[in-house]
């Protein structure tokens, strides 16, 4: 089993809608979790992060994580064409500098 | 601040020659890595440093050196380079401390022929 599995997508949806990425992962330790955002030919840049556990929001983008599932999910609400990018989770445990990263998912919003 | 810099930006190398990677960040920044990023195997992660001085292998080290002489640079060699090797790599920088935020560079897309 991978550590950490993520859809590749690519996911389409049309501007407005709300977007629900999602990444599982099999490392009880885990404790920070993370969405990356990676626009095309461009380096990832962080969106948000979760230490431990519980919900997070920050304007359009909420990020969840079900430890007891070893489940995490990142929603967009209103999608704006400009949120068309790789969505990378990432994970890493406290105290250690190994982050480990899902295979991203490729969002398209359509205008 | 320039944040993350990484030289060349576009690399074709022939399979046995040996390169070094530049990177290079200002922002004081203790952690420093290397990452490659095939399609469909995500961010791997090559080499990174905690400190000048200290460096570690990540998930793929093999084929590839680094060292820390300075805070500021973080080279990545390839010593002898092979087809498997084309791929795009990614050099990131943090605190190591606090937010998890790591700052990536622009990238430097390698093809060994």
């Known amino acids: 089993q991978k550590e950490v599995e993520q859809d590749p997508g690519p996911l389409s949806v049309p501007e407005g809608a709300i977007v629900s990425l999602n990444c599982t992962y099999s490392n009880s330790a885990f404790q920070y979790f993370m969405w990356y955002r990676q626009y095309s030919r461009k380096g990832p840049e962080l969106l948000m992060y979760t230490y431990s556990s519980g919900n997070k929001e920050d304007g359009r983008f909420t990020a969840q994580v079900d430890k007891s599932s070893k489940y995490i999910s990142l929603f967009i609400r209103d999608s704006q064409p400009s949120d068309s990018a790789t969505y990378l989770c990432?994970?890493?445990?406290?105290?250690?500098?190994?982050?480990?990263f899902g295979t991203g998912t490729r969002l398209k919003v359509l205008a | 601040n320039a944040g993350v810099t990484q030289t060349p930006k576009f690399q074709v190398l022939k399979t046995g020659q040996s390169m070094t990677l530049q990177c290079a960040q200002d922002m004081n920044h203790e952690y420093m890595s290397w990452y490659r990023q095939d399609p469909g195997m995500g961010l791997r992660l090559i080499h990174y440093?905690?400190?000048?001085?200290?460096?570690d292998q990540g998930e793929v080290p093999n084929g590839y050196n680094v060292s820390r002489s300075t805070t500021e640079d973080f080279p990545l060699r390839l010593l002898s380079a092979a087809p498997s090797q084309t791929s795009v790599y990614f050099c990131a920088s943090s605190t190591g401390r606090g937010v998890p935020e790591q700052f990536f560079g622009p990238g430097t897309r390698l093809t060994v022929l």
């Open positions: 440093s905690v400190g000048a001085g200290i460096t």
């Open positions: 990432a994970f890493a445990t406290s105290g250690t500098y190994k982050y480990i």
